[in-house]
């Protein structure tokens, strides 16, 4: 008794409410598992419980509706005794099966290889006239799928400033961004697009931006005096202002990098037009036009008639027909001859010098010296062009100077250049006659390439589903991908800010400004094949044979 006493005392001791609500937790979990397993078979259900519909002719006898399952028994053995035709059945296990690539371009290279036009449309009526209906239905599909490539430039994006700018520091990325965008143009078209500030660059959200260096303000413009309104050729206040900029920007000696990434960028835009090129190849292989039967090569038609519209429509679609481009780096320190010709319209002691280039030693360079060459007063050395009016510095690069020279670095002292140049591009916000109507023009031909490719596709035969499906991945997916990269160098340049734009009014206030550029100390210039350092022109050079105008920005500086 007093055993079984005690083992009541333990096992009241052991009892834990804790341990209790648990167990009743757990089995509360596990009937309402229970009863919602059972009750997610209630609708399926309800719905066996709908009578089934079975379509009949529709007859006025009312005996006819007692016999309603006789009559689809009937129906049934009538179908399955039907006969089908071969044909079918093998079109039909074609479409099940496996896509065979080889079967599918042998049909088209034969059709092809038929010795008479005449004779190919016969064999491509016998061929489509024994694919059955089911291949018909799958080759109209692939047909309407493919008509959407003339719209893929419209899909991709819209044009951007940013891809301006890559046109303008790296050409040939330009280039492949424009063959890149199928048949779309990437560049804006009205001139209040093109102001280039790179805090304000989003890059369409396709790339990170963070602006970490601080946003560097434009030197408000002095007053202007009577003396210089009077003196046209002393230039506007907004030039001098704009001039200062870039002699801040000459004296930054921070960056120099060779932007590796940028010729990733090109590598990737490469890699990009042969897949576009694959797709091509892909489509055409086993594909018949139904207008151009023994043609092979219609998918690389159509691609070179997109690449050429876009090219000339993103060439016409900027707003601007008169514009400069100066390719600025840092000059060393060099002594030049007295006789180079001065391409500004004012003396060098008006030059404005960069801070970081000022002679320690005290020497103005400027200042006149004995010539090294023998000058006759009746037989000048050098005709240099007339100086006078606005456009006189445009004028004067226009028709071009006489000029070739050796600049002297001093041996015994030290020197310093840039490793990487920046660029200055002026614009005169006006569009001339002809460039209006080629606008026009390009406008008409980008209108006219897309009406002939929806032509195309839509006439295209044996155009398998999966063929087609492929084809536009393929496509767009190397347009999609072309617009990203053309972003990620934008901001890869962007980062040393490379470049400045001035949209001016008149082509006179774009001499002035590109002349107060001109008389800044210690820069070099290269300008319409021009060489000029200090304000003079030092050398020429041929502006198609070199390696800026293709890579722009990534070829060196000229070396002086």
Not at 36 to 49: D, E, G, H, N
Not at 152 to 170: D, F, H, N, Q, R
Not at 183 to 195: K, Q, R
Not at 476 to 485: D, E, H, I, S
Request: aromatic share 8%; hydrophobic share 40%.
């Amino acid at each position: 008794m007093a055993k079984g006493k005690s083992n009541l005392q333990n096992t009241s001791r052991a009892y834990q409410p804790g341990l209790a609500i648990r167990y009743i937790f757990e089995d509360t979990v596990r009937r309402l598992h229970i009863i919602l397993y059972r009750i997610s078979y209630l609708p399926v259900f309800i719905l066996a419980l709908i009578p089934k519909a079975t379509a009949l002719p529709a007859t006025t006898d009312q005996s006819s509706n007692s016999n309603t399952s006789a009559a689809t028994d009937d129906q049934s053995s009538s179908y399955s005794n039907t006969s089908i035709d071969p044909d079918s059945i093998a079109a039909a296990k074609r479409l099940v099966d496996e896509f065979v690539w080889r079967e599918w371009s042998n049909v088209a290279s034969s059709i092809r290889s038929s010795p008479t036009r005449l004779s190919c449309y016969e064999n491509l009526s016998f061929v489509l006239s024994r694919i059955g209906s089911l291949a018909a239905a799958s080759n109209s599909a692939g047909c309407g799928a493919l008509t959407l490539l003339p719209t893929a430039g419209a899909l991709i994006g819209s044009p951007t400033k940013e891809l301006w700018v890559v046109y303008k520091l790296m050409p040939l990325a330009g280039i492949l961004s424009m063959l890149l965008s199928l048949g779309g143009s990437i560049v804006p078209s009205n001139a209040s697009d093109y102001e280039l500030n790179p805090a304000t660059f989003s890059y369409g959200g396709m790339i990170a931006t963070e602006h970490e260096e601080p946003k560097v303000e434009e030197p408000k413009a002095e007053e202007p005096k009577a003396k210089e309104i009077e003196d046209q050729r002393s230039g506007p206040p907004g030039a001098h202002a704009f001039a200062t900029k870039i002699k801040k920007r000459a004296g930054n000696l921070r960056g120099g990098t060779k932007f590796g990434s940028v010729w990733c960028g090109i590598i990737l835009q490469f890699l990009l037009i042969i897949v576009l090129f694959f797709a091509c190849w892909f489509t055409q292989s086993g594909a018949i036009l139904l207008w151009w039967c023994q043609a092979g090569g219609w998918m690389f038609l159509w691609y070179t008639m997109v690449a050429l519209s876009s090219l000339l429509e993103n060439w016409a679609s900027v707003p601007f027909t008169n514009q400069w481009t100066l390719r600025i780096s840092r000059a060393p320190r060099v002594k030049i001859s007295d006789d180079a010709p001065f391409v500004t319209s004012s003396s060098s002691s008006s030059l404005i010098s960069v801070p970081t280039n000022e002679h320690p030693d005290g020497i103005n360079h400027q200042k006149k010296s004995t010539p090294n060459v023998e000058i006759h007063e009746d037989l000048p050395l050098i005709q240099t062009p007339p100086m006078n009016g606005l456009t006189a510095v445009l004028d004067g690069l226009k028709s071009g100077y006489n000029c070739r020279g050796k600049i002297v670095v001093d041996e015994q002292k030290g020197w310093s250049s840039s490793r990487v140049p920046f660029y200055v591009i002026i614009s005169v916000d006006s569009v001339s006659t002809a460039h209006a109507i080629l606008r026009v023009i390009s406008k008409a031909i980008s209108v006219g390439v897309f009406a002939a490719g929806t032509a195309i596709f839509a006439s295209a035969q044996l155009v398998n589903i999966t063929v087609a499906v492929t084809t536009l991945c393929l496509v767009l997916t190397a347009g999609v991908f072309g617009r990203v990269v053309a972003m990620w160098m934008a901001s890869e340049m962007m980062k040393t800010n490379p470049v400045f734009h001035r949209v001016v009014r008149t082509k006179e206030l774009a001499s002035q400004y590109i002349e107060e550029i001109l008389k800044i100390d210690g820069l070099t210039v290269e300008i319409h094949g021009h060489i000029i350092i200090n304000g003079q022109c030092v050398a020429r050079y041929n502006r198609g044979l070199r390696w800026a105008t293709l890579f722009g920005i990534l070829a060196e500086p000229y070396d002086v």
